[in-house]
């Protein structure tokens, strides 16, 4: 029977599956590795992760589609921000957020005292004033000239300045700054510092003693007079010096008025 059974769907073309493809198809995944897995599945999780947050998705034609603005607003510009305010608090030291604290407190503080006192919206309007002049002077004629001029000259500075001699000049400055460096940091250089300082602090105590004070008032005093004496005798020669001059000419005009033939 089970001949003719065979033979019957032999006969009628009609096959019994093919149990060995399964098989094979099997074998295959079995044989994907783990790390094969991974990787897929992150890629898989990377693109739905960059879906969600650019908000993006593909037509029918393969073109990006821009999100809803609404979902931007309420959803993806949120947890954005989220997840920056997390990165900020997990990531940047102690040190780094006192300082953004003390800045930002400063500049909202001086911010509220410019926009909401008598004297700050007063100073704004000057310093808007101010700005408007150093726009106004920047881009006049003679300005542009000056930038050009200006330009012109460090031009040919370093053209100027491009010798070798120039640049055994800087060398040598070099060494000097060297030098003097290491004379300053002997030891006999450090003693007369110290020595200075005793002298300066001597002159400080000799300057501050009353008996100082009392010589210098009374050297006050003579200079005082002296000067005075000098003033008084120096208005009276030029007096005199005036008068001699007058009485000079007088007698020059009076000379030739009685010399003259046409009067005579």
Not at 21 to 48: F, H, I, W
Not at 117 to 126: A, D, E, Q, V, W
Request: aromatic letters at 6%; one cysteine or more.
């Amino acid at each position: 029977m089970e001949e003719d059974d065979e033979s019957q769907t032999n006969a009628s073309g009609w096959s019994a599956p093919d149990i060995t493809l399964c098989s094979s198809d099997d074998d295959k995944d079995s044989k994907k590795t783990m790390q094969d897995r991974l990787v897929s599945a992150a890629a898989t999780g990377s693109l739905e992760f960059l879906k969600f947050a650019g908000g993006i998705t593909l037509s029918t034609t393969g073109k990006l589609v821009a999100p809803p603005l609404m979902v931007t607003h309420k959803l993806i510009l949120p947890a954005l921000w989220e997840a920056v305010k997390e990165l900020w608090r997990s990531c940047t030291p102690q040190r780094a957020k006192d300082w953004f604290q003390i800045v930002s407190s400063s500049l909202y503080h001086l911010l509220d005292v410019l926009r909401n006192t008598h004297h700050g919206m007063i100073f704004r309007s000057r310093a808007t004033t101010v700005g408007a002049d150093i726009v106004d002077c920047v881009t006049s004629d003679t300005s542009r000239q000056l930038i050009i001029d200006a330009m012109t000259t460090l031009v040919k500075l370093g053209e100027a300045l491009h010798t070798p001699e120039f640049k055994s000049l800087l060398s040598q400055l070099n060494v000097l700054g060297v030098r003097m460096v290491d004379a300053a940091a002997s030891s006999r250089n450090k003693q007369l510092f110290h020595d200075m300082e005793e002298a300066v602090w001597s002159l400080v105590q000799l300057s501050s003693d009353p008996s100082t004070i009392l010589a210098l008032a009374e050297v006050t005093a003579t200079l005082c007079h002296t000067l005075e004496m000098e003033d008084s005798l120096h208005r009276r020669k030029k007096s005199l010096s005036l008068s001699s001059k007058k009485r000079y000419q007088r007698n020059q005009f009076t000379r030739q008025l009685y010399s003259d033939r046409n009067l005579a």
